[in-house]
T-cell receptor, first 111, second 114 residues
């Protein structure tokens, strides 16, 4: 069973703090990883993708990938209440472009 | 503006009834996907299609059917064989099946059995 597992939530952080979201995957054939943000009742929106080992930064977001450890993470710096949402980690290989999603982590940023 | 349109936004199904969820995209994407989302369970793949007139079963295809007669359209039918259809249904597309492309999602259809 090819799986993507996200760290148990929910996660609550104060405004201005760093939120750390983690994800592990079992399929070593997975080549690309994506982080989606989903507000309650809405569809997911892509916020980051990464396919090379190391860090990738975009504004307040940093994605990290460690293929040896099969580990992906998302750091949100200077967290804002508007970051409160469910964050979905997804991994994909070459099989028809299918993505396998984790169960999501609920993040709450409190003022 | 390019995007994916799902309709209706809310749908109510009676016992024993088949219902069809619409998904239309004007992004010129080749690949399209249907996912189901239940609370606390993330997204599970129902069906996917790489090209017109071709589609494959995903992880939870039982009780569902699809067609891909046009590149732009990938409707999903929830049949009476699907015993627990209440869920949030998401349609997605990407330019192709290779490369490092993420999905573009539609706004979803929330289906409820009444």
């Amino acid at each position: 069973q090819k799986e993507v597992e996200q760290n148990s939530g929910p996660l609550s952080v104060p405004e201005g703090a760093i939120a750390s979201l983690n994800c592990t995957y079992s399929d070593r054939g997975s080549q690309s990883f994506f982080w989606y943000r989903q507000y309650s009742g809405k569809s997911p929106e892509l916020i980051m993708f990464i396919y090379s080992n190391g860090d990738k930064e975009d504004g307040r977001f940093t994605a990290q990938l460690n293929k040896a450890s099969q580990y992906v993470s998302l750091l949100i710096r200077d967290s804002q209440p508007s970051d409160s949402a469910t964050y979905l980690c997804a991994g994909g290989g070459t099989s028809y472009g299918k993505l396998t999603f984790g169960q999501g982590t609920i993040l709450t940023v409190h003022p | 503006d390019g995007g994916i349109t799902q309709s209706p936004k809310y749908l109510f199904r009676k016992e024993g009834q088949n219902v069809t969820l619409s998904c239309e995209q004007n992004l010129n994407h080749d690949a399209m996907y249907w996912y189901r989302q239940d609370p606390g369970q993330g997204l599970r793949l129902i069906y996917y299609s790489q090209i017109v007139n071709d589609f494959q079963k995903g992880d939870i295809a039982e009780g569902y059917s699809v067609s891909r007669e046009k590149k732009e359209s990938f409707p999903l039918t929830v049949t009476s064989a699907q015993k627990n259809p209440t869920a949030f249904y998401l349609c997605a597309s990407r330019p192709g099946t290779g490369g490092n492309y993420g999905y573009t999602f539609g706004s979803g259809t929330r289906l409820t059995v009444v």
